[in-house]
Every structure is written in structure tokens, then in C-alpha cells.
């Protein structure tokens, strides 16, 4: 089973940017579809990106035209470059692999979650 680790997280002040970083444990990894997902205290998990083996993407619509989902050249790397941050945008960020239908952004169509890292945008 591939396993996920996310990086990355941290303090920034509203305006500014982070790139989180999801490493995986296979090769294979480089033909799968890969999400990112955030989850705020007190809140549902919310559906963030989406990018395909053949680098297509979507995007949920708070975070469209500011953050960007993309694969490293060793491929098993996944990235979420963030900027722009808002407050609004603090929560806890997990990339899993899409095993659903492409263009789904429902967490039962993700498998293989990360742990997590904090991303706090300050005001």
C-alpha cells in the first residue's frame, strides 16, 4: 500500500505563500490521480485539488486562482503551491490518491491518506 507524507506546513501571514509537498512511497505513484484536501477545526474536510497522471487539474472554488497542484520531476512528489493566503485558509492539509471517478471531489473517492501538515495563515 502506498503510503503518503505530507510537508511543508507552517506560520504565514495573510498575503503570503507556502508549497506543501506530498512524498510517496512508490515509483507508482507517477500514474495515479492525486488530491489535496483541508480540514479547519470544527469543520468538514474540504476538497482543495486535484491533478491526474497526465497532469490535468481541478480545483474547489475557494481556492481557484491562487493555489496550484503539480507533480515533481521524480514523479513521486506532489505539490500545493499556496498563495495569496487568507485566514480563512488555516486548517490541516492532506493529499490522498483519487481512486474515484476524475473529477470527484467527495473524500470517499480518496484513499490512502497522509497525516497532515498545519498550514496557520495569520491575519
Known amino acids: 500500500q502506498v503510503q503518503l507524507v505530507e510537508s511543508g506546513g507552517g506560520l504565514v501571514q495573510a498575503g503570503g505563500s507556502l508549497r506543501l509537498s506530498c512524498a510517496a512511497s512508490?515509483?507508482?505513484?507517477?500514474?495515479?490521480?492525486m488530491g489535496w484536501f483541508r480540514q479547519a477545526p470544527g469543520k468538514e474536510r474540504e476538497f482543495v485539488a486535484a491533478l491526474s497522471w497526465n497532469s490535468l487539474t481541478y480545483y474547489g472554488d475557494s481556492v481557484k486562482g491562487r493555489f496550484t497542484i503539480s507533480r515533481g520531476n521524480a514523479k513521486n512528489t506532489v505539490y500545493l503551491q499556496m498563495n495569496s493566503l487568507k485566514p480563512e485558509d488555516t486548517a490541516v492539509y492532506y493529499c490522498?490518491?483519487?481512486?474515484?471517478?476524475?473529477?470527484?471531489?467527495?473524500?470517499?473517492?480518496?484513499?490512502?491518506w497522509g497525516q497532515g501538515t498545519q498550514v496557520t495563515v495569520s491575519s
Open positions: 512508490t515509483r507508482t505513484f507517477s500514474n495515479r490521480n
Open positions: 490522498a490518491i483519487l481512486s474515484g471517478q476524475w473529477g470527484s471531489a467527495r473524500q470517499t473517492d480518496f484513499t490512502s
